[in-house]
Nanobody
Framework: QVQLVESGGGLVQAGGSLRLSCTAS????????MNWYRQAPGKKRELVAT???????LYAPSVKGRFAISRDNATNTIFLQMNSLKPEDTAVYYC?????WGQGTQVTVSS
């Protein structure tokens, strides 16, 4: 079972940026899909961005044009660059592949 560890969350003002990282305990090149999810208080967990092994990327409509997912196979890390952050982006962000989840990292955007 692969271990996933997220980092990079924090408190930022609206309009600011954050870069999340997720490092896996084994090679991510063996996983077709690497995903970022988020869960806000009182809401269901939602898919934010997906990166495929062939470098195809998909985004939730609410973040398209503001967030960018990328992967670095050399360091077994995926990233989520978040720009133009809004208060509604406040959530715990989780890294996921297959049935494996990280512990989450809190992102708080103040207005």
């Amino acid at each position: 079972q692969v271990q996933l560890v997220e980092s990079g969350g924090g408190l930022v003002q609206a309009g600011g940026s954050l870069r999340l990282s997720c490092t896996a305990s084994e090679s991510i090149s063996r996983f077709n899909l690497m995903n970022w999810y988020r869960q806000a208080p009182g809401k269901k967990r939602e898919l934010v961005a997906t990166s495929s092994r062939l470098d195809e990327k998909l985004y939730a409509p609410s973040v398209k044009g503001r967030f960018a997912i990328s992967r670095d196979n050399a360091t077994n890390t995926i990233f989520l660059q978040m720009n133009s952050l809004k208060p509604e982006d406040t959530a715990v962000y989780y890294c996921n592949t297959q049935r494996n989840w990280g512990q989450g990292t809190q992102v708080t955007v103040s207005s």
